[in-house]
């Protein structure tokens, strides 16, 4: 079988998985995992295969037409280079251990079988979006994706979070969606083409009429779809979602394409150093932003949210000083390492019963209850911290290396200004990014207080999957030697001068961390004394109050420790200090928004509602009230006597002859 062939297969299982399962569904529910598990497993081992066929060498370009326009060719187009098939191999792998995670964590879930099926058709379009040579098909898995998320995001339908999240989630994608379209249109009109060949040669040889327009409207859709400032509201709201979600969005689907979609055609965008300069200012507001709120999210999940919205700004920020080897190289090690950590969140909620960092601090045992979770979050987290040898540290040095010499001027197209900006944002955020990694686990597996419940060991698909992708965390790393020959053949082993300041800013923050956390901790033990001798609630009850529960954790049916209702010992507070009531709400960009933005709208509607019911459906009632009104007298003649009708009947030839007369005489007169 031809490499052609079995990459058009790679995408066809898993959609042939989601028809069959949302058949299947209700009338053979003993089909449902199989049919989520094995077209998945197999579409993931299928990308394998393909990444060793075309091993790094030259791309695979095949297209077919797939309709004539009379104008710009609509082509049926695979283009496999390095970057795709590494992707792919990315997207299998998550995308199967999900639905592995899945089977147990979602056992008891009524709505399972369309869950499944969303998440094998959410895989399907992903790799469509990776494999796709044309950017109209492209457009497809890319859209395909978004109404996917609604329906993965709004799961838990019945709760008003997950409802107005999804909700949330596809109208302020489609809002980068919009510009998005115009600017592809706008590439095929310069271009004569959708074929991503066909863009590049022309790019390179300086055929593009309107470089600088183009980028900035394609990156319009990229910031809504990666969830980059100021776009990028919707992905904490998204955690409303199931865990096991969370994890495939984050790690290898929706948010990774609008990265990989620059990378496929970054010539595009460093035509115009404008559009770069304006996507590094995008990468270190979102890089240091949501640092900032990661530190002040008392839900597991925000934080990794939030975590996930910084590193895609190191990945757009690579793409900024135009190395793109780079960005996909930490495409790669992040979707390891996050999906890891929201699965192991999962396993987390499950065994607290809450998404609350403070409800888990007042409980101690935790790590003890669920030592796979443990150990395998260490390992994710340490590599989120970029500490080396883990995967983090390797992939996030290769975006500082990049950085460096950018803003040094050893770069041909990225401009110095953006060099400077992604690699001073780089180094702070990666102060930030140890610190609220070291207070997500020492918040959750140091707690102090009454014992975490032992309810056993977790299902084998859940702890088996967690220490699966724990190997990449902590592994990949050693890939950025050959790896690169896979890329643009760029340096993406790190530096002295990068080393020292990524690694020394992590320190700083991960001890800093600690030692305001072992001072929280002195500070509340009293406290939480004095108050565990008084009233006590459940852990439940305490997170629902931090108001950080997510919809799954009302379905654990686990007995949960009675937790003293004391202060948190939280580190954050003392890290942000003022800034931390504003951070925690994410610098108010909500209410921003909804004062620019959503009440404006809501108050044109508000005025063509009332033109349209108290001005123009007047005029249309009106008109109808005059035809009743003629009805009705008509309708008064009809009396249904004969000798009235023919009165009335001679009456009227009267009338006319004595016009015609009339009318005779006054011609003839004149």
Known sequence: MSTTTLAVLVPLLPFLGAVAGLLLGRTAPGFVRPLAILPTLAAGVLAVLVAVRQGGGRPIDTATELTPTGSVPIELALYLDGFAVLVAVLVGLVATCVQLYSTAYLREDPRYPS?????????SAMLLVVYSGDLMVLLVGWEIMGICS??????????????????????????GDVPFLIGLFALATDVGSFRITKILDTVAAGGLDHPTLIALLLLAGVAGKSAQFPLHTWLPDAMAGPTPVSALIHAATMVAAGVYFIARLLPVFTASTAALVVMAAMAAVTMIG?????????????????????????????LAVADRGAAVFHLLSHGAFKALLFLGAGVIIHAAGTNSLAAMSRTSGLAQRIPDAFWTMTIALLALA????????FSKEAVLVAAERAAAGHSQVAPGAAGWLVLVAGVLTALLTAAY???????????????????????????????????????????????????????????????????????????????????????????????????AVPASVAAAASAAEAPEVAEVSHEHPIVPAAPAADPGRALLGPLHRHAADGFHLDALYDRLFVRPVRGAASLVRFLDREVVDTYVRGAGTGTRLLGSLVRRAQTGNVQSYLSALLAGAVVLAIATAVLANVNAGS
């Open 437 to 535: 990694a070291t207070r997500l686990w020492l918040m959750a597996f140091r707690g102090r207080g009454a014992q975490a419940p032992d309810h056993g060991r977790e299902p084998v698909a859940m702890t088996g999957v967690l220490w699966l992708l724990a190997i990449p965390s902590l592994a990949f790393g050693v890939a950025a030697w050959p790896i690169a020959d896979w890329f643009d053949g760029g340096r993406l082993v790190p530096t002295a001068v990068t080393s020292v300041l990524g690694t020394g800013a992590a320190v700083i923050g991960a001890v800093l961390t600690y030692g305001l956390w072992q001072r929280a901790t002195a500070r509340t033990a009293p406290a939480g004394t004095a108050t565990a001798a008084g009233a």
């Open 386 to 393: 970029a500490f080396p040898p883990f995967a983090g540290f």
């Open 150 to 175: 609604y329906f993965l995001v709004g799961h838990y339908w019945e709760t008003e979070a997950a409802r107005s999240a999804s909700l949330k989630a596809f109208l302020v994608t489609k809002l």
């Open 290 to 318: 949501s640092g900032l709120a990661a530190l002040a999210q008392d839900d597991i999940k925000r934080v990794l949210a939030y975590s996930t919205i910084g590193q895609l700004g190191y990945m757009t920020g690579a």
């Open 115 to 123: 869950y499944a099926a969303l998440v094998s058709l959410f895989t």
